[in-house]
């Protein structure tokens, strides 16, 4: 009697022999499978205001001239992000495909460090009502990577937020440090937003109006400063507002981090320097 894996060989070449003969001018496809996503680089979006999930398509198809029951397989070792496949059985008809859907999974404030790869593998393993020997089984696979997408999350920190209280022709340093609260390395810019509305009225910065730095993922900055310098002549006590901004240079869609400093200009015949 013959081994079962050499009756399934010989089985198959008559299914195929049988189908050849059925077809008249037309040759047969053999037994395949194909597989593909539209998109083989996602990107998990895991800002802590948005829901970790994104999903891709995949198709599966049957290109042959036979009735085929097709597995999809997945090979993935993300520890921080689940990966799962909405189908992975499929009975596909002659030429027919099918979509399903890959859901990645995962947590928010995640590092854009991170990144996966996976493979799906479909593999043919019933031809109309015959088990597929495994040494003619047909396959296809896919690859891809899972990225994490990096955002921008920045606190600009002034720790002094008195008032202060110029005479004409003062100078006050305004200190500060900013923390990079997002998942990627990130530049930092801190800059006084109406500056230009400032020095219509007087006002100068000698030292320029920002400062940027560097700041790795989780850091904070040295302690950086800006200078203000009240207009020359005060001829009434007037009282003003310095807004400072951080914002990521990384992520445009970030929000900024904005903090007032109040200065009470005195006339010249009264001023008192400097005060808090």
Not at 69 to 79: F, Q, T
Not at 187 to 200: D, G
Not at 202 to 218: I, L, M, N, Q, R
């Amino acid at each position: 009697m013959l081994p079962p894996h050499r009756l399934g060989l010989i089985v198959a070449a008559l299914l195929l022999s049988s189908l050849a003969s059925s077809v008249h001018a037309q040759v047969p496809t053999a037994p395949g499978v194909e597989i593909d996503c539209d998109d083989k680089q996602p990107e998990l979006n895991v800002h802590p205001l948005n829901e970790p999930v994104v999903e891709i398509t995949c198709t599966v198809k049957n290109p042959s001239s036979f009735q085929e029951s097709i597995s999809v397989e997945k090979e993935w070792d993300g520890l921080e992000v689940d990966m799962m496949l909405e189908e992975d059985t499929f009975d596909l008809g002659p030429d027919e495909e099918e979509d399903f859907k890959v859901t990645f999974t995962g947590q928010t404030r995640l590092s854009a460090d991170l990144s996966y790869d996976f493979t799906l593998t479909a593999t043919v393993t019933n031809v109309g009502m015959l088990d597929w020997p495994e040494a003619l089984a047909s396959n296809a696979s896919v690859d891809g990577d899972l990225n994490i997408a990096s955002f921008g999350m920045v606190d600009l920190d002034i720790s002094d937020k008195s008032t202060r209280t110029m005479g004409g022709g003062e100078e006050v340093k305004i200190t500060f440090q900013f923390q990079n609260n997002g998942n990627d390395n990130d530049k930092i810019r801190v800059t006084i937003t109406n500056a230009a509305e400032l020095e219509t009225v007087g006002f100068s910065f000698p030292g320029g109006t920002s400062v940027a730095d560097d700041v790795s993922e989780g850091g904070v900055s040295p302690v950086r400063e800006l200078v203000i310098r009240s207009p020359t002549e005060v001829p009434a006590d007037e009282r003003h507002q310095v807004i400072f901004q951080a914002q990521s240079e990384n992520d445009n869609d970030a929000p900024v981090s904005e903090t007032s400093i109040p200065v009470q200009l005195q006339a010249s015949s009264s001023a008192g320097g400097l005060g808090g």
